[in-house]
């Protein structure tokens, strides 16, 4: 199977499993599977723009409907569970140990940035009903397959670095935007945060990349 019906596979089955596992209350708009375009069939790497709108479809998408802060929590929340799904199931236990280190990074930055916007979500709009929705069951059901794939080794972690670069950079976008169109100044500061981290982050995994073997 090529590396880009792979990837497809297995991040649809990560933002299922994110879902029906409870961990994303609001969960929809995760990452979604990748074009054929995104990822060459010899592996190569995904464009970052286009790749990117494909892998999250519906994130960074803001209307009039609802208050621009708390569709960015909500867009940002599940982002994170996605990005930290998938590098507990793909790199937290690699032999590689930057990976590893990377891995750790992402999971306690992230872990803690979820628990503030989730506070902040109940503080700020305790009464709106969440902004994005849910994805479909049979969609779940369907994406469920690829658990089967995730065999580990250096395929899946080249194929995670191609993944996550694009996911963070949506990440990174996202938080530039709410650097200047959030209201509370305490969501303006976060924002400042993750768009650093995740900026560094995607120097670094690109760094891996062109290091890595083919």
């Known amino acids: 199977m090529k590396l880009h019906q792979r990837t497809a596979i297995t991040v649809a089955a990560l933002s299922a499993a994110a879902i029906a596992g409870g961990g994303a209350t609001y969960a929809a708009t995760q990452i979604a599977s990748p074009s054929a375009e995104s990822v060459t069939d010899d592996g190569d790497m995904m ?30 929340i599940v982002h994170h569970e996605g990005a930290i799904m998938s590098t507990q199931a793909m790199i937290a236990d690699s ?74 950079q949506l990440g990174v976008d996202m938080a530039e935007q709410a650097q200047a169109e959030a209201v509370y100044p305490r969501l303006k500061e976060l924002a400042e945060v993750i768009a650093k981290e995740q900026a560094a982050q995607i120097e670094q995994m690109r760094g891996y990349l062109a290091a890595s073997p083919e």
């Open 95 to 168: 032999d590689q140990p930057e990976l590893r280190e990377l891995a750790d990074d992402i999971l306690t930055s992230q872990q803690e940035q979820v628990t503030q916007m989730q506070s902040w979500r109940n503080q700020w709009y305790p009464d709106l009903e969440t902004t994005t929705g849910m994805m479909g069951d049979s969609m779940m059901g369907d994406s469920m397959m690829g658990d089967s794939m995730m065999g580990g080794g250096a395929d899946t972690e080249r194929m995670y670095l191609q993944m996550m670069i694009v996911h963070h």
């Open 47 to 76: 464009s970052d723009h286009s790749a990117g709108m494909n892998m999250n479809m519906g994130m960074g998408s803001f209307t009039d409907d609802a208050p621009f802060d708390a569709q960015f929590l909500d867009q940002m």
